[in-house]
């Protein structure tokens, strides 16, 4: 059996690294399984892509559309006419996407449309909030995937609800957690630790990158307004997203308790995440990595398509309320936050349990 797997955007290298691990394996057994890694290139600079081949043992990808930058339409017809390129000249047995971005639903258009079965990886969550991007690209990867791979037994009624044979929903897990589980052992501090005498829980990380929350910058100048304010002498730490540092440029927005830095290498930031005092983020990823790490979480969100983060992890919707974020610091700053436990099969093991049923799928 011959698999694309797709991978374009940061959250994504996080999410196909396992993938890999795990066809290597039974490729080694002598399975016959083999993969071609294809790269869309919607993010591509060092900090959001090449880093993380590196920290995570992702071998070069075989392919690379090369589709960077532009538009929402313009991203993803780019990596569309691209991909569709690659199935002309020799095409696959299985497209596998993973995640919600541009790449997901473009790839998983274009394999369907040329006769090629699709797996989705963290299919059927839904946030209901169809402003956002990323809900669409959900919305329309599912409606065309032929097998999916669920995070959650929630997702996989989103998907009966929506129509979809049980056959096809296979509760896997999550593979984010699969890295997560495999390197927390490699977390290592970021070379400014010692510089901003940071500690285990002296200090909060704060990331956001959502347009709703950073393409106006009104919103992203109140964030980082009421944060500063209800946070004490507390450092907050933000690894600025490309996208936010835009927004932020304009405003010019600075203060001594703000340190500002690069989108971090994944070890380094999860290492942050691991010791801080709590995490404040408009991120989906973060929300399941601060739920197995125990560590508590804030969302400047009114929705997630992730709830078991809060039904069952350290997450709250604190939304776009500053009276609610308000609350809620103090809430950390008191330290009464809630303990929270661990997702069903969010063990390490949810690669290897999908190759195990893509291989009887054959
Ligand atoms: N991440 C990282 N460095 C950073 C910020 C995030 O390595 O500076 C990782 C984080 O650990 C998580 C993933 O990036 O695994 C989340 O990506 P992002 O927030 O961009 O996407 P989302 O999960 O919201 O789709």
Redesign the pocket.
């Known amino acids: 059996m011959n698999i694309d797997l797709i991978a374009g ?3 994504n290298f ?1 999410k196909i690294a396992p993938l890999i691990d795990a066809i290597e394996q039974s490729k080694n057994n002598g399975f016959d399984i083999d993969y071609r890694l294809i790269h869309t290139g919607q993010h591509y600079d060092k900090n959001m892509s090449i880093r ?1 081949f590196e920290q995570l043992n992702i071998p070069e990808p075989h392919i690379n559309l090369g589709a960077g930058g532009g538009t929402q339409a313009e991203q993803a017809g780019a990596i569309m006419r691209g991909y569709e390129k690659v199935l002309l000249n020799k095409s696959t047995d299985l497209c596998v996407v993973v ?2 971005v541009n790449s997901t639903m473009a790839c998983a258009i274009v394999a369907r449309k040329m006769g090629v079965k699709v797996a989705h990886v963290e299919g059927g969550i839904r946030s209901g909030d169809m402003t956002m991007p ?1 809900e669409i690209n959900r919305i329309v990867t599912d409606s065309i995937t032929n097998y999916f791979f669920t995070t959650t037994k929630l997702a996989g009624e989103n998907l009966k609800k929506a129509g979809v044979n049980e056959n096809a929903i296979f509760f896997v897990g999550n593979t ?1 957690i699969d890295t997560l589980m495999k390197f927390k052992s490699s977390f290592r501090k970021p070379i400014f630790w010692d510089k901003l005498n940071l500690e285990n829980q002296n200090y909060f990380l704060l ?1 956001l ?1 959502r347009p709703s929350n950073v393409d106006n910058e009104n919103s992203l100048n109140n964030y980082l307004v009421e944060i500063l304010k209800n946070t004490s002498d507390y450092p907050v730490i933000f ?1 600025v ?1 490309p996208r936010t540092k835009n927004t932020l440029n304009k405003i010019g927005f600075s203060n001594k308790r703000l340190f500002l830095t690069e ?4 070890l380094e ?2 290492y942050l ?1 691991m010791n801080s005092k709590a995490v404040i983020t408009d ?4 929300t399941e ?1 601060t739920t197995l790490m125990g560590v508590p979480c804030l969302t400047l969100r009114d929705n997630t398509e992730r709830p078991e983060t809060v039904d069952i992890g350290t997450n709250e919707l604190i939304g776009t309320n500053p009276e609610q974020l308000k609350l809620a610091l103090t809430k950390i700053l008191n330290s009464t936050w809630k303990k929270g436990g661990i997702p069903e099969k969010w063990d390490g093991n949810t690669a290897q349990r999908i190759v195990e049923i893509l291989l009887k799928l054959g």
Do not use: L
């Open positions: 955007a940061r959250p996080i993380f995640g919600d990323e984010m990331t990158h690894p997203h989108p971090m290498g994944y930031f999860n995440t991120s989906g990823g973060i990595e």
